[in-house]
């Protein structure tokens, strides 16, 4: 079970990240970094391995697809560090691994895969045909690149993220220079283990190599997603502030533009089916805000000076007063005029501004928040039911 963690992980992230690999080259690395680590980590518990393996039918390849999305995930990472630093320095050169040696060294893979006996299905390919040269060259191969691309990387993380003013990106890449280095120390010791068993030397026993092997690739790995992650963090928390917003001034939004469709951009979705829509959060919540003040102002034709003052003495006579006593008033005459309106009946003539409202989005959200609090309220329900509207108007599911 725990095996499958890292991959479920992975394949997360490699989701998550999908629809932002098309807008830059460096996210597009970064993407594909994700996806050859997720390929690996999935076919490395012993199960899925063991049932790739039969079904192909070919003794160990469950091993090569592992290896292989290890090298394209160490070329991607390297790849998208050196783009992050030479787009954010202005042009700073650095030096890595061509592109070139990542397809070398998986294309010399595959020969000497094929080219070693394998009459029986292994536990550790690398260790228990290490006897063999072919798969001992191979052995050498797959952690002498991986070490070689995790030290460029390391070594441009911590060039470029001990810049001043980088933030969060630069915090994230010292992140990722630390998983690599946990990488780099994963690829000498599978180097080491193979090359002493090669020789006839086990100095540790087998389980122990695996438990120490499987210790440092999960850090690492664990490390690479942190950095990575780490500068989207302000986005996420932005996106996840608009998204409560947006669905928190829903059943306002759908009550007041159900007597005003005309405001709407786009047909009504349902509460279930909102909640459900996680894309373009911002765009649709600074919209939304629109489409509920353009309401507003529609239903301002419905609400009287005299339908407005009856709407204040109601609230005062509660016991509120000051901002909160105008929010409710306000909330008040919206519910009688969302009424007025939907029985068709003759606007007054007599537009008035609304009372309440912010000077930027942030607090136009949280002004519409109180608003809508208030016009699902007891007490805005009392008034309403005097104008025959419905009791707290809920949009449907």
């Known amino acids: 079970m725990l095996d499958a963690v890292p991959a479920a992980l992975l394949w997360a992230v490699a989701v998550w990240r999908a629809p932002s690999a098309r807008q830059s080259p460096a996210k597009r690395s970064l993407w594909i970094a994700f996806v050859a680590l997720a390929v690996a980590m999935t076919v490395r518990p012993v199960a899925i391995a063991s049932s790739l393996d039969q079904a192909?039918?070919?003794?160990?390849?469950?091993?090569?697809?592992?290896?292989?999305?290890?090298?394209?995930?160490?070329?991607?990472?390297?790849?998208?560090?050196?783009?992050?630093?030479?787009?954010?320095?202005g042009g700073l050169r650095t030096k890595r691994l061509p592109i070139t040696v990542a397809f070398a060294a998986g294309l010399s893979m595959v020969v000497l895969f094929f080219a070693t006996p394998q009459p029986f299905e292994a536990s550790d390919l690398l260790i228990e045909y290490a006897d063999d040269w072919r798969m001992a060259l191979y052995g050498v191969i797959w952690p002498g690149y991986l070490g070689a691309a995790l030290f460029t990387g390391t070594r441009l993380c911590w060039q470029w993220g001990r810049h001043r003013g980088t933030g969060l990106l630069g915090r994230g890449l010292r992140y990722i220079g630390v998983g690599t280095a946990v990488g780099m120390v994963y690829a000498a010791h599978r180097t080491v283990s193979i090359l002493l068993r090669h020789f006839g030397h086990q100095p540790i026993s087998h389980p122990l190599n695996e438990k120490i092997s499987t210790a440092l690739l999960f850090s690492s790995v664990v490390l690479i997603v942190i950095g990575s992650t780490l500068p989207a963090l302000r986005r996420l928390r932005q996106w996840w502030q608009d998204y409560r917003n947006l669905i928190a001034l829903y059943p306002l939004?759908?009550?007041?533009?159900?007597?005003?469709?005309?405001?709407?951009?786009?047909?009504?979705?349902?509460?279930?089916?909102?909640?459900?829509?996680?894309?373009?959060?911002h765009s649709r919540l600074y919209?939304?805000?629109?489409e509920v003040r353009d309401a507003i102002l529609t239903l301002g034709d419905h609400a009287s000076p005299a339908?407005?003052?009856?709407?204040?003495a109601h609230v005062v006579a509660s016991g509120l007063m000051g901002a909160q006593a105008d929010v409710a008033a306000e909330a008040c005459w919206l519910r009688a005029a969302r009424a007025s309106r939907l029985r068709h009946d003759t606007a007054s003539g007599e537009p008035l501004p609304p009372t309440s409202g912010g000077r930027d989005l942030a607090s136009e959200i949280q002004a519409l928040r109180q608003l809508s609090a208030a016009y699902h309220a007891p007490l805005a329900d009392t008034f309403a039911a005097q104008y025959d509207s419905p009791v707290r108007p809920e949009p449907p599911a």
């Open 287 to 290: 919209r939304r805000t629109i």
């Open 307 to 312: 339908l407005r003052d009856r709407a204040r």
């Open 56 to 89: 192909l039918p070919l003794n160990n390849v469950s091993f090569l697809i592992k290896h292989l999305g290890g090298i394209a995930a160490a070329a991607a990472v390297v790849t998208f560090v050196h783009q992050m630093s030479e787009e954010k320095t």
């Open 253 to 281: 939004w759908f009550s007041l533009t159900e007597a005003v469709p005309a405001v709407r951009l786009d047909p009504p979705r349902g509460r279930r089916q909102e909640r459900f829509v996680l894309s373009d959060a």
